[in-house]
């Protein structure tokens, strides 16, 4: 389907041809604002809902509590969805304006809606043609590169499914339109009027300005978005070719091979990795400091953080993950063996594999110092953690076992001499998954 004639009507079995593009999925879950984008989208997907069974059909409406009308808004959702029988899920949510009203608006609602899809659900978003436009001129403002100028995709990966945006096809006079015809009812959020956010002023100044010297101003724009996703896309392919060859079994990559490339093909190896386990393309600057910091000596462990990101290298290789929460590396725990214990911080629960200990242990943290019975020789702490591929960050969270103030086990890794215990350590999100 390509992008609507000015003269062209929406209609629903249009929407059907682009829905069917969507991968298999047991629910189709539309993101319920209230406007009028989200209501056309609503009474198209309930005209063609027959025809999509036995998927489910669903909406969740997000109430961000920033408007004096945020529940008559909900209200509003909540009876255009019982009159078609339409199960609504309604969750509230608090912003913080940690990156701007709009930015944190969005996260916050992502995040909510993130929490309850369902494996394979397709989240659907009413983006249209505008928005397209729209989002092009915004990311050429911020000095984004191919991935930003290609816009807003069709569809991608979100949370544990996917999320289509099925009407970035349609002008938002074309659903504007199909509304007044169908005399469907919608909310007008006033702050869409407010030019002091940076959507809003491309919206009401620039794109009108643009239109009266170039009337298909936002259908060049969508379809420059859409010539560049292209462009992206088989650039995405070729890099993941170079990107296999660059990674080991558990998704680190591997610094050998990623250093033999010229530098600005690092660069795109290392977007594509982070982007390949869910975090996003750091920006440029960023990415290129991380790389500077590569040129460091081996003995060196440079590390760098991003949003949730965390980067670091490890012997040779570079490992990402989720930054963790505060550890409290003085914590001390006495522990009989008879009942699981719950280890601080997110790291998880220990459990005995062989029942009660003869006598209590104490589970804590390094402390420098520790040397553990091995094969006959005491071995310093530091040098069984490297022997034991263990970077040096995640060191202070291995839970260590003493009896009467010696060391006889390292979480599940290695036992002393002296000690005949098993130990089952059964990591929680305080230890990264890499």
């Given at each position: 389907m390509g992008v609507l004639k000015r003269d062209d009507a929406f209609n629903p079995q249009q929407l059907l041809q682009v829905i069917k593009k969507a991968p298999p999925t047991g629910?189709?879950?539309?993101?319920?604002?209230?406007?009028?984008?989200?209501?056309?989208?609503?009474?198209?997907?309930?005209a063609i809902r027959k025809s999509l069974l036995p998927v489910r059909f669903a909406a969740v409406h997000v109430n961000h509590q920033l408007h004096p009308r945020a529940e008559a808004w909900t209200d509003h959702c909540r009876q255009a969805c019982e009159s078609h029988n339409i199960e609504l899920s309604v969750l509230t949510v608090e912003v913080e304006n940690g990156d701007g009203p709009e930015a944190s608006a969005r996260q916050a609602r992502y995040d909510a809606i993130a929490a309850i899809m369902e494996p394979g659900d397709v989240l659907l978003s009413a983006h249209h043609l505008d928005d397209q436009a729209e989002t092009l001129l915004l990311n050429l403002m911020r000095g984004s590169g191919l991935r930003g100028l290609a816009g807003m995709p069709l569809l991608r990966p979100f949370a544990d499914g996917w999320l289509m945006r099925p009407l970035l096809d349609c002008s938002r006079q074309q659903l504007l339109d199909y509304a007044n015809n169908r005399m469907l009812e919608w909310i007008d959020d006033p702050s869409n009027l407010d030019e002091s956010l940076d959507r809003n002023f491309v919206r009401h100044s620039v794109i009108p300005l643009l239109q009266n010297r170039w009337p298909a101003a936002s259908g060049s724009l969508a379809t420059s978005a859409g010539l560049l996703q292209e462009s992206d896309e088989l650039l995405g392919i070729q890099i993941e070719d170079e990107l296999a060859a660059c990674v080991d079994e558990r998704a680190c990559l591997l610094l050998p091979v990623l250093l033999e490339h010229e530098e600005k093909m690092q660069a795109l190896l290392v977007r594509k990795w982070c982007e390949s386990r869910g975090f996003g393309s750091p920006p440029r600057a960023r990415l290129y400091e991380l790389l500077k910091q590569l040129e460091?000596?081996?003995d060196r462990q440079p590390a760098f953080t991003w949003n949730s990101l965390f980067i670091a290298r490890h012997a040779d290789r570079l490992i990402a993950h989720q930054l963790l929460p505060e550890h409290d590396s003085n914590w001390r725990s006495s522990w009989k063996g008879g009942e699981p214990?719950?280890?601080p911080g997110n790291l998880g629960v220990l459990h005995s594999a062989g029942g009660q200990f003869n006598m209590p242990l104490e589970v804590g943290f390094r402390r420098g110092g520790e040397r553990l019975l091995q094969g006959g020789m005491h071995r310093?702490?530091?040098?069984?953690?490297h022997m034991n591929d263990v970077p040096a960050w995640l060191r202070e969270r291995v839970p260590l076992l003493f009896r009467e103030g010696e060391l006889i086990a390292i979480a599940d890794m290695l036992i002393s001499d002296t000690a005949d215990i098993k130990i089952d350590w059964r990591r929680g999100k305080g230890w990264p998954n890499y």
């Open positions: 629910r189709f879950l539309l993101a319920l604002s209230g406007g009028v984008d989200s209501i056309v989208l609503l009474d198209a997907m309930v460091s000596p081996a214990l719950q280890l310093d702490l530091k040098a069984l953690f």
